[in-house]
C-alpha cells in the first residue's frame, strides 16, 4: 500500500538562491535522515516519490510552496512532522502536513494560480505605478514573446492590486499557472519598467483547483 501526503513549507532568506533540483535534491536527503518509509518509483533507477508544485524562480522567497510525497506506511500526520522537522535544513519551515487522496493528477496539473507579493528596495511614485497597472488592467491583450513564441500576457493576470503598507509601496498579482499558461513576475515587472534587480517578490500562495485538489 502507498499513501500520499501534502506538505506545505516556507523558502526563506538562506534558500532564496538554491535551484529548484537543489531543492528538491535537499528534502530527499530531509526524508531519508529523517528515516521516513518513503515509496520509490519502478523502473531501473528508482526514485523518491516526492514532487514539488509549479517551480519557484531564482532569488523568489516563498510563504506557501507545496510538497507531495507517497509513504509505504499509514502514519499519523503529527507523526511525520515530528520526524521531519528536526532534520530541516535551515531556509525551509514546515507549515502544515495533511493526508490526501492517493488517485488524483499531479500536483503540476491540480496548480492554476500564484499569488505573489512584491516590495521595491528603491523609492517609487505611487501614482506613476498606479496609472501604469491600470493601464495593463484596461489592455485587451499585452503581446510579448518568451523562447521565440508570442503569447498574451494580459489573459495571465488574474488580479493586480497596488497599495500602500506605511511607507512601502506594495505590489500584489495572481498570474495562472495553469500548464501552457503561466504568467512570470519579472514579465511583469517588465512592463511596468521595473528592474528585477530593484525588487524583493515572494509568493505568497500556490492555488489549486478545487475541483480536483483534495
Known sequence: MRYLFRLTYMKNELMRYTSNLDVHKSWER???????????????????????????????????????????????????????????????????IEAVLIKQPSLQVQTIASQYRIEFLEPQSFDLLQARCRNILNSLSIERERRGKKYDLRRLIEMLVLSREGDAII??????????????????????????????????KTILDSNIAA
Do not use: V, W
Request: net charge negative.
Open 171 to 204: 505590489l500584489k498579482m495572481i498570474l495562472s499557472a495553469r500548464p501552457g499558461a503561466t504568467g512570470r513576475p519579472e514579465e511583469m515587472l517588465d512592463e511596468l519598467d521595473i528592474p528585477l534587480n530593484k525588487t524583493r517578490i515572494t509568493r505568497e
Open 30 to 96: 530531509t526524508f531519508r535522515r529523517a528515516k521516513l518509509p518513503i515509496a520509490y518509483s519502478q523502473g531501473f533507477h528508482p526514485q523518491p516519490k516526492i514532487q514539488l508544485a509549479n517551480p519557484l524562480p531564482l532569488g523568489f522567497l516563498s510563504e506557501n510552496e507545496i510538497l507531495d510525497f507517497e509513504l509505504t506506511e499509514n502514519l499519523q500526520t503529527n507523526e511525520i512532522c515530528d520526524l521531519l522537522k528536526p532534520k530541516t535544513p535551515p531556509g525551509f519551515e514546515i507549515l502544515n
